[in-house]
């Protein structure tokens, strides 16, 4: 059986279901044009099924609120670390999408859905997809993202360019967890603090410096962003 693309989806809006598209476009690095999860920062630009998967889960395609349904994939090499292919377009899977209270009433025990929402994935080479189009998944192209939430914040907060700062909720949406995750932030700082990473590049939403940095006002002055306090975001942000 060939593989193809069965079903395409983008979501305009948050809290609006997925809207069904014959052709959806996608942006390197940003993820579906017009689709509210497309942003540079995140690991979740894109979600990806299986027909098989709906199938045994007795479930329209959409209901997952996925974006792409493929059909006559090997399952052992639908995983993080593996690419979709199709014509010029390239899609890094990164991980597992965690089950939500939206797909509860579908599903009933979220438990048992670990690792049956779908895949995540970033646009590595964008162009246009098409219902029907062939695709290949080739595994271990990329490697998966670490499971660990540490681990994953460590290797984020590392790229944070000289020079520039993210806000709690960039770092949350960078590592991949729901927006509540800002909350764990501040322990997370805490207990990196002797870890040699660029601690300092963080601020909170309104771009104010944080009581647990004390020298970092000065460490920001040294890579050229002035503070009174907070931070310029309109100069300043990272955005990716």
């Given at each position: 059986?060939?593989?193809?693309?069965?079903?395409?989806?983008?979501?305009?809006?948050?809290?609006?279901?997925?809207?069904?598209?014959n052709?959806?476009?996608?942006?390197a690095?940003?993820?579906?044009?017009?689709?509210?999860?497309?942003?540079?920062?995140?690991?979740?630009?894109?979600?990806v099924?299986?027909?098989?998967?709906?199938?045994?889960?007795?479930?329209?395609?959409?209901?997952?609120?996925?974006?792409?349904?493929?059909?006559?994939?090997?399952?052992?090499?639908?995983?993080?670390?593996?690419?979709?292919?199709?014509g010029?377009?390239e899609?890094?899977?990164?991980?597992?999408?965690?089950?939500?209270?939206?797909?509860?009433?579908?599903?009933?025990?979220?438990?048992?859905?670990?690792?049956?929402?779908?895949?995540?994935?970033?646009?590595?080479?964008?162009?246009?997809?098409?219902?029907?189009?062939?695709v290949?998944?080739?595994?271990?192209?990329?490697p998966?993202?670490?499971?660990?939430?540490?681990?994953?914040?460590?290797?984020?907060?590392?790229?944070?360019?000289?020079?520039?700062?993210?806000?709690?909720?960039?770092?949350?949406?960078?590592?991949?967890?729901?927006?509540?995750?800002?909350?764990?932030?501040?322990?997370?700082?805490?207990?990196?603090?002797?870890?040699?990473?660029?601690?300092?590049?963080?601020?909170?939403?309104?771009?104010?410096?944080?009581?647990?940095?004390?020298?970092?006002?000065?460490?920001?002055?040294?890579?050229?962003v002035?503070?009174?306090?907070?931070v310029?975001l309109?100069?300043?942000l990272?955005?990716?």
């Amino acid at each position: 059986m060939p593989t193809t693309l069965t079903h395409l989806f983008d979501k305009p809006a948050r809290h609006q279901p997925v809207v069904a598209q014959n052709a959806i476009a996608l942006t390197a690095g940003l993820g579906i044009d017009g689709d509210v999860h497309a942003h540079r920062l995140s690991p979740r630009q894109v979600l990806v099924t299986l027909t098989s998967e709906l199938d045994a889960l007795g479930l329209a395609p959409g209901a997952l609120y996925e974006n792409l349904v493929i059909e006559g994939a090997a399952p052992e090499d639908f995983c993080p670390g593996s690419a979709i292919v199709s014509g010029d377009v390239e899609i890094r899977l990164t991980m597992y999408c965690e089950p939500c209270q939206r797909i509860a009433p579908l599903v009933g025990n979220l438990g048992a859905m670990v690792g049956r929402r779908g895949i995540l994935g970033v646009v590595v080479h964008g162009g246009t997809l098409h219902t029907g189009d062939a695709v290949s998944l080739i595994p271990g192209r990329y490697p998966p993202l670490p499971a660990s939430v540490q681990q994953k914040f460590r290797d984020f907060i590392a790229t944070i360019p000289e020079g520039r700062v993210v806000r709690y909720r960039d770092v949350t949406m960078a590592i991949g967890v729901d927006d509540s995750f800002v909350r764990a932030l501040p322990g997370y700082i805490k207990r990196n603090l002797d870890a040699g990473l660029p601690l300092h590049r963080i601020v909170n939403a309104r771009g104010q410096l944080l009581a647990a940095l004390p020298q970092q006002a000065s460490m920001l002055a040294a890579e050229g962003v002035p503070s009174d306090g907070a931070v310029d975001l309109e100069r300043f942000l990272w955005r990716g």
